[in-house]
Nanobody
Framework: QVQLVESGGGLVQAGGSLRLSCAASGRTFSSYAVGWFRQVPGKEREFVAA????????YVADSVKGRFTISRDNAENTVYLQMNTLKPEDTAVYRCAASLYSGSQLRDPLRYIYWGQGTQVTVSS
């Protein structure tokens, strides 16, 4: 069992930066791949970024490539999403998740078994 709690969201102007954190409970956190997804009302959940459990490979959505970076600290049981050059279209609830899958399957939200509650990110123009 893994519990995930996000933090770091908030209101920021376009062009600004935020760093989201996802704190995980459970000693087996390093056994899971991790991902970040976002969702706005009325739209499907959108893949943002993911990282394999080893931390050797990352996957990033084209919409945020070059602006967002995912990282993890297994010693601290924490996953981060550094978001730079934010745009109004990045406004959403951001959720972290844990998966036992790897590779391109990490882009699919159905491959994740544990989810956090989410943190709101609002980017003003």
């Amino acid at each position: 069992q893994v519990q995930l709690v996000e933090s770091g969201g908030g209101l920021v102007q376009a062009g600004g930066s935020l760093r989201l954190s996802c704190a995980a409970s459970g000693r087996t956190f390093s056994s899971y791949a991790v991902g970040w997804f976002r969702q706005v009302p009325g739209k499907e959940r959108e893949f943002v970024a993911a990282m394999r459990r080893s931390g050797t490979s990352t996957y990033v959505a084209d919409s945020v490539k070059g602006r967002f970076t995912i990282s993890r600290d297994n010693a601290e049981n924490t996953v981060y999403l550094q978001m730079n050059t934010l745009k109004p279209e990045d406004t959403a609830v951001y959720r972290c998740a844990a998966s036992l899958y790897s590779g391109s399957q990490l882009r699919d939200p159905l491959r994740y078994i544990y989810w956090g509650q989410g943190t709101q990110v609002t980017v003003s123009s």
